[in-house]
């Protein structure tokens, strides 16, 4: 070395580049600095350098002499293979003989790594690597220092916004609260006078109070027809609400498809029928019982099959298939129409809430836009999917996928002790049971006892809860339908009373309520009512359901 320099000797050089190595043309070791012999104690004159040390960042060692001539105007990073030390080294080329003499110092990212691998600042000579180091440590310690005040400032805003979000959350769970009472309050107010609408329509319609012409049949049939359209109305509104709120529960089934799809098909005849529209029903035999709720199943399919009736022109054709997809263990239910068809521009917004394709003031199609929105939503908690096919003229096609499993469909067995009841034949003789009917609307109770009394049971009134009481343990009826806002006592806290009594515990109580929010059927039960119907109740599905629980009595 001190042949090739005039300026320092050999002495000099190591003292002033304590981490420098020399290398041959094989990459041997033939010199190494003070500082980095005490490092990497087994790198010796001798071995390899690729035993030591890898190229950084480099997908290969790639370390040979080529590599070197490319290199001697820039700086090359070399990473320790044992411990976490890297060196910034420069290439410097001595020709006679080859010789790649390697000067610089540690690549320090912290200055904690000074101690992690065992170097001391007297280490370092007075040359641009100490100056660096020095830099980057006295640069580290203010940026610590920043980074203190920094933490303590986002500290005191963290805190700061919590405590707003806390004051927004609460103010959010009182508007939702609100809501809900409010949707409760909606829905009992408008059940109510629906309730006795649909019960006197019913009545009238089978002669209860006497026989009717034809024209005034038919006035009464459109009477009930708009009671039931505003009812399906409310109860898209509450759905969507609840399913908005996270508070939509199912009530998992196994159910016959086949079964589900006919009783769908019957719902929207009539109106098939009025546009001369046929209808036809394709079933998979594999795809026969499907795991869901059935009742939400039902209305996804409603919901379809009445917008497919909606927007088909009269005489046109619409068909319901089913049909299993072992592939997606999936069953999917299309219902297809000649209709008038849907734009792929259309398509994406069909499923949103409150919108109509053709919402001018002028429209040919009513509608509220929430039957759509309400089967995705529907299909979406069952866990599975709708895709639409549609041509403009040509007519759609919806298809609800929902998840099915061959080996695990079953169809179940009806629970021991109970029956069948056909209301035609099995009806109790006149002068039969004794009903108590509770309610604090006259309109309620003039419509649902007449149309007890004309299927010969015997009814009795009371008009609160505390009423009901006397009543009950005065009368002993048999059963009792028992509304739950009442005056004076409301209904839970009557039924209460009476599971109270050890010799009433198996008097059937039929809630008969306009309340229809997420918890009010729980709490119902709960207090011990043996069944809870909404209002308003169909009085066929009202007969049916007394004589349910009396026949179980009776067994009993």
């Known amino acids: 070395m001190t042949s090739t320099s005039t300026i320092i000797d050999h002495e000099q050089f190591r003292k002033l580049f304590p981490f420098m190595f020399v290398l041959d043309q094989s990459m041997k070791v033939l010199e190494i600095g003070s500082a980095l012999a005490r490092i990497v104690v087994e790198m010796v004159p001798g071995s390899m350098l690729t035993d030591h040390f890898k190229l950084y960042r480099v997908g290969q060692n790639g370390l040979d002499a080529e590599f070197l001539q490319r290199q001697t105007a820039s700086l090359i990073v070399f990473q320790a293979i044992k411990s976490n030390l890297f060196l910034r080294m420069q290439v410097l080329l001595v020709k006679n003989p080859d010789r790649y003499v390697f000067v610089g110092s540690p690549w320090l990212r912290a200055a904690a790594e000074l101690k992690d691998i065992g170097i001391v600042l007297p280490d370092f000579a007075l040359h641009d690597s100490t100056v660096d180091t020095l830099q980057l440590q006295q640069n580290t310690n203010v940026s610590l220092r920043e980074a203190k005040e920094l933490n303590i400032t986002l500290e005191r805003r963290v805190a700061d916004r919590t405590s707003e979000l806390s004051l927004a959350n609460a103010e959010l769970s009182r508007v939702m609260q609100s809501k809900d009472d409010f949707l409760s309050a909606m829905s009992h107010e ?12 019913e009545s009238l319609c089978e002669g209860v109070y006497g026989g009717l012409t034809d024209k005034q049949s038919k006035s009464i049939n459109t009477i009930a027809e708009s009671g039931h359209h505003l009812l399906s109305l409310i109860n898209d509104l509450l759905d969507i609400a609840k399913i908005g709120a996270g508070k939509m529960d199912l009530d998992w089934t196994n159910s016959n498809l086949e079964d589900l799809c006919k009783s769908s098909m019957r719902f929207i005849s009539g109106l098939a029928s009025k546009k001369k529209i046929s209808i036809s029903l394709f079933t998979d035999p594999i795809a026969s019982t499907i795991h869901a709720d059935q009742r939400r199943l039902k209305q996804i399919l409603v919901n379809l099959l ?8 009269a005489g046109g054709h619409i068909s319901l298939q089913t049909r299993s997809n072992p592939e997606r263990n999936a069953i999917e239910i299309s219902v297809t129409d000649n209709g008038i068809g849907i734009s792929n521009s259309d398509i994406e917004r069909l499923f949103r809430p409150f919108t109509q394709l053709d919402s001018k003031l002028s429209r040919q199609y009513a509608g509220t836009g929430l039957g759509l929105s309400l089967v995705l939503q529907l299909a979406e908690l069952h866990g599975g999917s709708v895709e639409v096919k549609s041509e403009l003229g040509k007519g759609s096609c919806f298809t609800v996928s929902l998840p099915w499993s061959e080996s695990k469909s079953h169809f179940p067995q009806p629970a021991p002790g109970y029956k069948n009841l056909d209301i035609s034949t ?12 509770v309610d604090d609307n006259e309109i309620n109770l003039s419509t649902v006892g007449d149309y007890l009394r004309a299927q010969d049971f015997c009814v009795i009134l009371a008009r609160n809860g505390l009423e009901a009481i006397q009543v009950v343990r005065e009368r002993k009826p048999q059963l009792v339908l028992m509304d739950i806002q009442l005056p004076v006592m409301d209904g839970i806290d009557a039924i209460s009373i009476l599971r109270a009594d050890p010799t009433l515990k198996s008097l059937p109580i039929l809630a008969l309520t306009s309340r229809a929010m997420v918890g009010d059927r729980e709490r119902c039960i709960e207090a011990g009512a043996n069944d809870y119907l909404t209002k308003p109740v169909q009085l066929k599905q009202l007969t049916h359901v007394i004589l349910s629980h009396l026949n179980h009595l009776k067994i009993k």
Not at 426 to 437: E, M, N, Q, S, T
């Open 306 to 313: 009445s917008n497919a009736v909606k927007f088909t022109e």
């Open 426 to 437: 099995d009806r109790v003789a006149a002068k039969g049971p004794l009903i108590l009917l």
């Open 190 to 201: 408008l059940r109510t006078p629906l309730n006795a609408i649909l019960g006197l329509s």
